[in-house]
C-alpha cells in the first residue's frame, strides 16, 4: 500500500511540475525567442500584439526586417570605424580591412573570414574587443526612430507603434532587461557586440 502511495504522489507531483513548467514556459514567450518574437519558436511583445489583433504579422514583420536593417547598418558603421583605427595602427593591412568591410554585416560573417583564411583568428578577435569597447547604443532610441520611420510610412499607425512600445516595456518588466536589451536579431552583432 505504501509503494502505491508513493507512486500515485510522485505521479502527481510530476503532472504538478510539468503543468506549472508549460504555464511558466508559455509565460515567458515560448523560450526561444527574443522579446521581439524573432526565432526561437515562441512569444514575444509583437507575436502578442499580433495574437492580441493590434497589429497584423505583416506590420510585426516589417518592424522586424526594419530593426534589423537598422541594426545590420549601426554594425557597420561601429566596423568602419574599428576597421579604419587598425589600419592606422597597422595592427590591420588595408586589403584585409577592404575585405572585413565588403563582406562583414554580423558577427558570423567575421567567423566566416577566419574559416576561409581571410584573417586570422586574431585579428578578427582584436576587431571583437575594439568592437566591444565602443559605447552601447541606445535600443530604446533606435526603436523609436524605426517605428516612428514606419509609422510616416503608414506601415503602422502611432497608435499601434504606441502599443509596440508598450508592450516592449511590459515584456523587458517580466523578463528583465538583459532579455530585453538587444531587439533585433540574435545573430547580429549589432549593438550588444
Same mark, same amino acid.
Given at each position: ?19 506549472t513548467?508549460? !504555464? ?21 511583445a ?5 495574437? &492580441? ?17 537598422? $541594426? ?5 558603421t ?54 566591444? !569597447? ?13 517605428? !516612428?520611420?514606419?509609422v ?7 497608435? $499601434? ?24 536579431? &540574435?545573430?547580429t &552583432?549589432?549593438?550588444?557586440?
Open positions: 500500500m505504501n509503494k502505491k502511495r508513493t507512486a500515485i504522489a510522485a505521479l502527481v507531483v510530476s503532472g504538478l511540475i510539468a503543468t513548467s508549460s !504555464a511558466a514556459f508559455a509565460q515567458h514567450g515560448g523560450g526561444g525567442r527574443d522579446t521581439w518574437g524573432v526565432k526561437h519558436g515562441g512569444g514575444g509583437l507575436t502578442s500584439l499580433v495574437t &492580441a489583433g493590434t497589429i497584423t504579422q505583416a506590420q510585426a514583420d516589417a518592424v522586424k526586417a526594419a530593426m534589423k536593417t537598422k $541594426q545590420d547598418a549601426k554594425f557597420v561601429k566596423l568602419n570605424t574599428v576597421l579604419t583605427d587598425s589600419v592606422s595602427k597597422s595592427t590591420l593591412t588595408q586589403a584585409k580591412a577592404d575585405a572585413v568591410k565588403s563582406a562583414s554585416k554580423t558577427k558570423k560573417d567575421l567567423r566566416d573570414l577566419v574559416n576561409a583564411g581571410t584573417i586570422t583568428s586574431a585579428e578578427a578577435t582584436s576587431i571583437k574587443t575594439a568592437l566591444r !569597447a565602443l559605447p552601447k547604443e541606445d535600443m530604446k532610441v533606435i526603436r523609436d526612430g524605426v517605428l !516612428a520611420s514606419l510616416s510610412k503608414n506601415t503602422i499607425t502611432q497608435a $499601434q507603434s504606441d502599443a509596440i512600445k508598450a508592450a516592449k516595456a511590459a515584456w523587458v518588466g517580466k523578463l528583465g532587461s538583459h532579455h530585453g536589451a538587444d531587439l533585433g536579431t &540574435a545573430k &552583432a549589432s549593438l550588444t557586440y
